[in-house]
């Protein structure tokens, strides 16, 4: 089955420093790469996405690239900000087209202090 | 912008006692999912409607799960009899196909503890 794996938080980080949170996935076929961001008591939002293979989703300084070869879905950023602080899931997206059944990963809470 | 609603924020319940959750997705949207994410977990997909019609229940242990979508719009997520294991946030998703691809909104969920 699908999974999806992604580093083991906390990540405390100082403001303006470079953020990494490792993703990579198992799938049977080629799937849509997502990372969702959920702030503290909201819902879970869209950050970016790829859907295949050498495609970078980039919004609001992050960027993931979709390396099939290395099944991975890094999220990176160069310079982050207190109001990053939240909590980052991976995800993928394996049915066709009109559906969004998702796998996620656990999650990997980033604290950012000044 | 429009919004995923969710009912209510927060419940509290006793193990053995029936819950309901209620979500009602943008309007249009016709594809609705309910997730169930456990303290510390990633979200995991419970049942997936498409229209008023149960596309995915897979997932959904049926044996105290059960969900519905009479009209097609909005939809109750009910567990009964609710069970300690069952403390997790309950999130409501929709979509709708868009200019850029599909996008998924979710709501803000509900929390449930079972005591």
């Known amino acids: 089955g699908n999974s999806v794996t992604q580093m083991e938080g906390p990540v405390t980080l100082s403001e303006e420093a470079f953020l990494t949170i490792n993703c990579t996935y198992t799938?049977?076929?080629?799937?849509?790469l997502f990372w969702y961001v959920q702030y503290p008591g909201e819902g879970l939002q869209l950050l970016l996405k790829?859907?295949?293979?050498?495609d970078k989703g980039s919004n609001k300084g992050f960027e993931a690239t979709y390396r099939k070869e290395t099944t991975s879905f890094h999220l990176e950023k160069g310079s982050v900000q207190v109001s990053d602080s939240a909590v980052y899931f991976c995800a993928l997206s394996e049915t066709g087209a009109g559906s969004y059944q998702l796998t996620f990963g656990k999650g990997t809470k980033l604290s950012v202090i000044p | 912008e429009a919004e995923v609603a969710q009912s209510p924020r927060y419940k509290i319940t006793e193990k053995s006692q029936a819950v309901a959750f209620w979500c009602d997705p943008i309007s249009g949207h016709a594809t609705l999912y309910w997730y169930r994410q456990i303290l510390g977990q990633g979200p995991e997909l419970l049942v997936q409607f498409q229209d008023e019609s149960v596309v995915d229940d897979s997932q959904l242990p049926k044996d105290r799960f059960s969900a519905e979508r009479l009209k097609g719009v909005d939809s109750t997520l009910k567990i009964q009899p609710a069970e300690l294991g069952d403390s997790a946030m309950y999130l409501c998703?929709?979509?709708?196909?868009?200019?850029?691809?599909?996008?998924?909104?979710f709501g803000s969920g509900t929390q449930l503890s079972v005591l």
């Open positions: 998703a929709s979509s709708s196909p868009g200019h850029s691809g599909e996008k998924l909104f």
């Open positions: 799938a049977t076929g080629y799937p849509s």
């Open positions: 790829a859907t295949k293979a050498d």
